[in-house]
């Protein structure tokens, strides 16, 4: 009986934890708030108390309508496919029911990706591409003393982490302003030299078409000579290229981006809640939580990698992860999507899950 209760006590003190942990990780802006809840459904599809129609609804109606709010997940479609198929060849048991709700599933951003088609003439389900990948390029032209320098500039603040990257801030950089480099408020920073596609990838786009280096022309006088379509599929190429070429610094740039990538921004209370001591020590409380979710979900897929490597859940995390790390600069609002995987996780090391794969 004494162990009864105090089960019952634990179990409703983690479902309380769970539901603030829920409550305070929401993403700020509501495009994101879409995708994190379709992630949330989609993982709650594996709880033990629904129902198999509920499962079904919930999971490949979340998959459907994820690369609509971001198209990164169209491309997970087809890795979800590959790996289920392999671990139904690895069990010798075909489900040829999870097959066909997986390719329907595929409808929604092909019919979306054919629309584009007839608009621009590409099949894409997004025209972002370039821009992204370009961001993510334009950062190979920093040094390699700067990548350090931008592990300390992409620590979030605290009051404890604030001590640790103070103490470093005059210690890392290739000059005394590094953090130019980083901070999007600066002019020549490398964000805005890629969004407005001005800078380090440009100039290798230009390059490719054959203008001189001295030669007068921006991105927008491509666009107007040769078509928005030739412009997007030039400077993704330029990317590429320098992608390609440069495949250690790519490397290394990337570890600062996964980096950046494990601290979730969450919302801050407001200021006048803030300005309180009871919501100052909550808020700060609030800014260290970001520290905890993503490093215990990596830490413990490597901990229990034997099993997790057969948990199909667990692919979909990765996939976030390090999509966001390779492929872009992982703002803190894109690694909010990983949280509703890390509530999966928790919960699943404390009850039992099911899987109708």
């Not at 600069?329 to 090391?349: D, G, V």
Request: charged fraction near 20%.
């Amino acid at each position: 009986m004494h162990n009864f209760i105090l089960d019952s006590i634990w179990q409703k003190r983690r479902l309380l934890f769970l539901a603030l942990l829920l409550c305070a990780t929401f993403p700020y802006t509501n495009k994101d708030l879409i995708t994190y809840a379709l992630l949330f459904f989609y993982f709650i599809s594996y709880y033990e108390f629904l129902t198999e129609k509920t499962q079904l609804a919930l999971r490949y109606g979340s998959l459907s309508l994820l690369p609509l709010t971001n198209p990164i997940f169209f491309y997970f479609l087809f890795i979800k496919l590959l790996i289920s198929t392999l671990f139904m060849l690895k069990n010798k048991e075909i489900n040829k029911k999870s097959i066909a709700l997986l390719l329907l599933c595929m409808s929604p951003s092909i019919l979306w990706s054919t629309r584009n088609t007839i608009q621009t003439g590409e099949f894409t389900i997004t025209s972002r591409g370039s821009e992204t990948v370009g961001i993510r390029a334009e950062f190979l032209s920093i040094d390699y003393q700067d990548i350090p320098a931008g592990i300390v500039y992409y620590t979030p603040p605290n009051r404890i982490t604030n001590v640790f990257t103070g103490y470093l801030w005059n210690k890392v950089g290739s000059s005394d302003n590094w953090e130019q480099l980083f901070d999007r408020s600066y002019e020549n920073s490398k964000l805005r030299l890629g969004h407005q596609k001005r800078g380090y990838v440009f100039e290798r786009m230009k390059d490719n078409l054959g203008y001189s280096m001295n030669q007068k022309i921006n991105y927008e006088d491509v666009v107007n000579e040769q078509g928005y379509v030739f412009a997007t599929n030039e400077y993704r190429k330029a990317s590429l290229d320098l992608i390609f070429e440069n495949k250690l610094k790519y490397i290394s740039t990337s570890s600062m981006f996964l980096y950046r990538g494990l601290f979730p921004e969450f919302n801050q209370l407001k200021s006048e809640i803030r300005n309180t001591k009871i919501g100052f020590f909550l808020n700060e409380f609030l800014l260290f939580l970001r520290f905890l979710p993503i490093i215990y979900c990596v830490y413990l897929l490597i901990k229990t990698i034997k099993t997790s490597i057969f948990d199909i859940q667990n692919y979909l995390f990765l996939y976030i992860f390090f999509s966001y790390g390779l492929l872009t600069h992982f703002i803190p609002r894109y690694s909010t999507l990983l949280m509703p995987f890390a509530i999966y996780l928790l919960i699943k090391n404390n009850t039992s899950l099911k899987s109708i794969e």
